[in-house]
């Protein structure tokens, strides 16, 4: 994964972060630090957002796969501008993406069952309880994590792409662990203030994608054809 790569996904959870104010701040302010020394809180915040990586490093090896094909048959560059205007659509007309995926049945179940899951650990306590809601965390349906994994479909190989993921998790991070230090101060008010910046944001992230398309250049000794006619076959 090249340094335009590593600076995408970077850039995917610095800029988008604060969408996830608004849609994870809930979850990580409803984490049980009541109680706990300065220490131990620092260690849950860090053991959260591990658990949050983990996951998206793990959604990202089998996006990783499937961006293999794509690499293959020489379309980076194009998915990447796809990808790009299609967030610069949404954002522009203000398509509420998350609301229309959580219509899909499938969807509306699998939501339903991560916040169950939520339910049942939230309250416990210890670090083990930090990384399984940071886990289930990175589970939930998210607009944001929907742009990280269209980034990650452009990535040659399940490493790369895990790679990817973990790098837009840890771009998260700084706002993440702000709002969970911040605790009850980050008001209802002041999270919403922050999502009325998601449309700016997610124009940012289109540039980059967009900007990445128009300079992607594929090796000219890669591309599917030449692949396929390279690989072994069974007689």
């Known amino acids: 994964m090249g340094p335009v790569e590593l600076v995408t996904a970077f850039s995917i959870g610095i800029l988008g972060s604060v969408h996830c104010v608004g849609m994870c ?3 990580a302010l409803a984490l049980p630090f009541r109680g706990l020394s300065r220490w131990q809180t620092v260690q849950g915040i860090l053991a959260y957002n591990a658990g949050r990586i983990a996951t998206y490093a793990l959604l990202g090896t089998f996006i990783g796969l499937i961006g293999r094909g794509v690499w293959l048959a020489g379309w980076q ?22 609301s229309r995926f ?8 699998f939501h339903q069952w991560v916040g169950c899951k939520l339910a049942q650990h939230i309250g416990a306590r210890g670090i083990r309880t930090f990384l399984i809601v940071g886990a289930l ?3 939930i349906p998210c607009g944001l994590v929907y742009m990280a994994i269209a980034g990650a479909l452009t990535s040659s190989s399940f490493l790369s792409g895990a790679a990817f993921m973990a790098l837009f998790g840890l771009g998260t991070v700084p706002m993440m662990a702000l709002t969970a230090f911040a605790g009850q101060r ?10 009325t910046l998601a449309p700016l944001l997610i124009l940012l992230v289109a540039t980059v994608f967009i900007l990445r398309g128009l300079h992607f250049q594929a090796p000219d000794s890669i591309r599917f054809q030449e692949a396929w006619q390279a690989m072994p ?3």
């Not at 560059?77 to 998350?98: H, N």
């Not at 959580?102 to 179940?109: H, N, S, Y």
């Open 233 to 235: 076959m069974c007689h």
């Open 25 to 27: 701040g809930p979850i």
């Open 77 to 98: 560059a194009q998915l990447s501008l796809a990808v790009g205007i299609g967030l610069a659509l949404t954002a522009l007309l203000s398509i509420p993406v998350e």
């Open 137 to 139: 965390n990175g589970l």
């Open 186 to 195: 980050l008001n209802l008010a002041w999270r919403s203030r922050l999502r």
């Open 102 to 109: 959580l219509r899909i049945p499938f969807v509306q179940r």
